[in-house]
């Protein structure tokens, strides 16, 4: 039996809680949060577990081999660092850490105490972004050329990241799973429309080596909520919604043909090709609940983490040149 202790009872710590003590072979046992209502709804609806208001307390508990940190980004490394340093698997929201320095630091400490680490890309445990993977890698696609994700809607107002650390952390989990190749530069422009707060509307560009090119729109200003993606694949074309309720992937054989014309050399001749959409069948498995087993099937070594601290790194490095490439309205960085 793998103990498992949540940090952070806010926004996501509650869906950890669940997921974990729903799952066979694990334990919660203890709930750590700062905020003394937050502890006494967490003590009410599971009062079997025990709760605390200091980490380090927290830290003592009898039985705890991991800890899950769903606290704001800016208290990532402190926390995963201390928890690691005792001995506990750690598994960290996303992103995983402040910068790149501190990234590497975890992974340096986790590989010398042998612990998991595990970042919590949740989006690329979904039964849509799996099934966009293995048609990727099967070549159903072909070759990938275009990625476009709009990810807007009124809030969560976040005080110590912008809306790319918050919201494209997504896209560049999602991208990083499927399409088998990391960006070598981004572009990135965006405005904060709060005084001292971090930006809220940002557009970023990634460059890929290949003929590849991804655009990503996030705000937190929007009337309305949209969480939608389109891959141009040069067979096959996908639409994903992850707000539709039954319908969120759809794929088309929708695409050009290119023949450069016999009369004249120079000509190029684009035809159109229209065929069926389709919607696959996806695994309706809630994508927590399969990260929570990966964590644990991680912890008693039966597999190699999917979304661990190399993955962290990539992503984080994006957001690194991003940030930068924002000071610089939009000045190409490499990653």
Same mark, same amino acid.
């Given at each position: 039996m793998i103990g498992i202790g949540i940090v952070g009872y806010g926004y996501w710590g509650p869906n950890l809680v669940r997921n974990f003590s729903d799952l066979d072979g694990v334990r919660v046992v203890g709930i750590c949060d700062m905020n003394s209502k937050r502890l006494a709804a967490a003590h009410k609806k599971f009062p079997g577990v025990e709760t605390f208001s200091e980490f380090a307390d927290f830290l003592k508990t009898p039985g705890l081999d991991a800890v899950c940190v769903a606290t704001p980004v800016s208290t990532h490394f402190k926390l995963a660092r201390a928890a690691l340093a005792a001995g506990k698997h750690v598994l960290v929201e996303k992103p995983l850490a402040s910068s790149t320095r501190e990234v590497r630091a975890l992974m340096v400490l986790a590989e010398k105490k042998s612990l998991v680490l595990l970042v919590d890309h949740t989006f690329i445990y979904t039964g849509a972004v799996r099934k966009i993977r293995e048609m990727a890698a099967g070549g159903e696609l072909g070759k990938i050329q275009c990625y476009d994700s709009v990810r807007v809607n009124l809030g969560l107002f976040q005080h110590d990241v912008n809306v790319l650390w918050d919201l494209a952390i997504h896209d560049l989990a999602i991208m990083d799973y499927v399409l088998g190749e990391r960006p070598s530069a981004v572009s990135a422009t965006g405005l904060s429309h709060v005084p001292g707060q971090p930006e809220n509307v940002a557009y970023l560009t990634l460059f890929y080596t290949s003929n590849l090119i991804a655009h990503i729109n996030v705000n937190w200003l929007a009337p309305v909520k949209v969480r939608r993606t389109l891959i141009?694949?040069?067979?096959?074309? *996908?639409?994903?919604?992850?707000?539709?309720?039954?319908?969120? %992937?759809?794929? !088309?054989?929708? @695409?050009?043909? *290119?023949?450069?014309?016999?009369?004249?050399?120079?000509?190029? %001749?684009?035809? !159109?090709?229209? @065929?069926d959409a389709w919607l696959p069948k996806l695994d309706a498995t809630e994508a927590l609940a399969l990260e929570a087993r990966h964590f644990l099937d991680c912890i008693v070594g039966k597999v190699k983490p999917l979304s661990g601290g190399e993955v962290g790194l990539a992503t984080v490095a994006i957001l690194e040149a991003a940030t930068k490439s924002l000071k610089k309205r939009g000045q190409p960085v490499e990653v």
């Open positions: 141009g694949g040069s067979k096959k074309m *996908i639409v994903y919604d992850d707000l539709e309720p039954s319908e969120k %992937l759809k794929v !088309y054989d929708k @695409g050009i043909s *290119i023949q450069q014309s016999q009369e004249k050399i120079y000509d190029m %001749l684009i035809s !159109y090709r229209t @065929g």
